[in-house]
């Protein structure tokens, strides 16, 4: 079984920064896509930003120059710098592992706020 911990999320004025940070348990990780997910008050969950195995990164348009997904192996530990924060970045922000198309595993979510 695996947990998924995020950390990091906090209260930003717009402009400002974070770092989140997504702790996985057993010993999985550096075997699997990770994701960075968020979802707004009355929207869907939408992605964010993807890492595979591999280092190969994928980005949502709104993330698209301003948030970076990297991933520390040895720490079991996926990250997101978010950069030139929006009011409208602001979001529950979930860490999620893709084991297979069918199988994954989510975090419990962090809350980002972003004030104009």
């Known amino acids: 079984q695996v947990q998924l911990v995020e950390s990091g999320g906090g209260l930003v004025q717009a402009g400002g920064s974070l770092r989140l940070s997504c702790a996985a348990s057993?010993?999985?990780?550096?075997?699997?896509?990770m994701g960075w997910y968020r979802q707004a008050p009355g929207k869907e969950r939408e992605l964010v930003a993807l890492?595979?195995?591999?280092?190969?990164?994928n980005y949502a348009a709104s993330a698209k120059g301003r948030f970076t997904i990297s991933r520390d192996n040895a720490k079991n530990t996926v990250y997101l710098q978010m950069n030139s924060l929006k009011p409208e970045d602001t979001a529950v922000y979930y860490c999620?592992?893709?084991?297979?198309?069918?199988?994954?595993?989510w975090g419990q979510g962090t809350q980002v706020t972003v004030s104009s």
């Open positions: 890492i595979t195995s591999g280092g190969i990164t």
């Open positions: 999620r592992m893709v084991v297979t198309p069918w199988s994954d595993y």
């Open positions: 057993g010993s999985i990780f550096s075997s699997n896509t």
